[in-house]
């Protein structure tokens, strides 16, 4: 069984920057693309980031490309997003997702992944 589970998340100031982990375990995390989401109260979930599972493709979204950015240590078994100036509409719940084993290639699609952690909270004030 695959569990993801997010961790630093919390509260900064517009401008400031979060490193947002997720470790992973199960032998699928190594063979499969990973990605990073998040949902706004009120919003849709949206894809943030994705990365291949050799860490060699990565795709982001137009609102945080420039800012974020996605990497993963398949060693700690440990996907990361970095995030810098961040912005109050950055505000948000930030989930990490697993693609099936052996889909290594990065997708900004959501309905490509099928696991999920429980995600973890980012608050930016302005």
């Known amino acids: 069984q695959v569990q993801l589970v997010e961790s630093g998340g919390g509260l900064v100031q517009a401008g400031g920057s979060l490193r947002l982990s997720c470790a992973a375990s199960g032998r699928t995390y190594s063979s499969s693309a990973m990605g990073w989401f998040r949902q706004a109260p009120g919003n849709e979930r949206e894809v943030v980031a994705s990365?291949?599972?050799?860490?060699?493709?990565?795709y982001y979204s137009d609102s945080v490309k420039g800012r974020f950015t996605i990497s993963r240590d398949n060693v700690k078994n440990t996907l990361y997003l970095q995030m810098n100036s961040l912005k109050p509409e950055d505000t948000a719940v930030y989930y990490c997702?697993?693609?099936?084993?052996?889909?290594?290639?990065?997708?900004?699609?959501?309905?490509?992944?099928?696991?999920w952690g429980q995600g973890t909270q980012v608050t930016v004030s302005s």
């Open positions: 997702a697993l693609r099936r084993r052996n889909d290594l290639e990065a997708t900004m699609t959501s309905t490509e992944y099928i696991y």
């Open positions: 990365i291949s599972w050799s860490g060699g493709t990565t």
